[in-house]
Each structure stands twice: as C-alpha cells, then as structure tokens.
C-alpha cells in the first residue's frame, strides 16, 4: 500500500523523512462517529511498510459534529516512534503495520 502524494505531508523523525496523511473525507463508519480517526505513514521514498495508526477521537469532518482533536506533527511523530520502538521496519515490504491508540474511544450509539 503506497500513499498518495498529493495531500501527504512530510515529517522527519530521527533524520529520516516520512510521508504521512490523514483521510480529508472521512470512511462512512468514520463519518456517524462509530469507529475513529485513523492515519497513515510511509518512509519519503515508498515501497515499504505502511503504519497505520487509529486514534482515539472522531474524525474531524464526522457528519454528527462530535468533538474531535486535529492531528498534529507531534501525534504523528509519537506514533513514528513508538511503532519504530515495537518493531515497524518502514523500508521493508510487507503487510501495513497497526498502531492502536483508541482505547478511550466510544462510539456513537
């Protein structure tokens, strides 16, 4: 799984870069507030391992209007991190990497 380029962003944690995005609409699931925000990261040059990381918010664009937080660079480089720390190796191809930080999170009836 390869992320699009247009509307990822680059980061670089520990001297390397990564590409990372955030869906802009979010999944119907997403949108009624049943499941949360979710967001993905590549190594800059592609091919490797996808993180996927879940949060433990809304989308920010759900239709219910559900308080949500943004992510931010500092979300998006603690998740780097700690995926690093449990074993993603972004480089190498494979199956996308899951990070689960959605404990807390309760979805609208």
Do not use: K
């Not at 992510?71 to 899951?98: D, K, M, N």
């Amino acid at each position: 799984m390869t992320l699009t380029r247009r509307g990822s962003r680059h980061i670089v944690v520990d001297g390397t870069t990564y590409r990372w995005r955030l869906r802009r609409r979010p999944t119907y699931a997403q949108a009624l507030a049943w499941t949360p925000c979710t967001f993905a990261v590549e190594h800059a040059d592609g091919g490797g391992t996808t993180l996927v990381v879940t949060t433990a918010h809304a989308h920010p664009s759900n239709w219910l209007g559900r308080e949500s937080r943004p992510v931010l660079p500092s979300a998006v480089t603690q998740a780097i991190e700690q995926a690093l720390r449990e074993g993603w190796t972004p480089t190498s191809p494979g199956s996308p990497f899951h990070l689960d930080f959605s404990n807390g999170f309760t979805p609208h009836p």
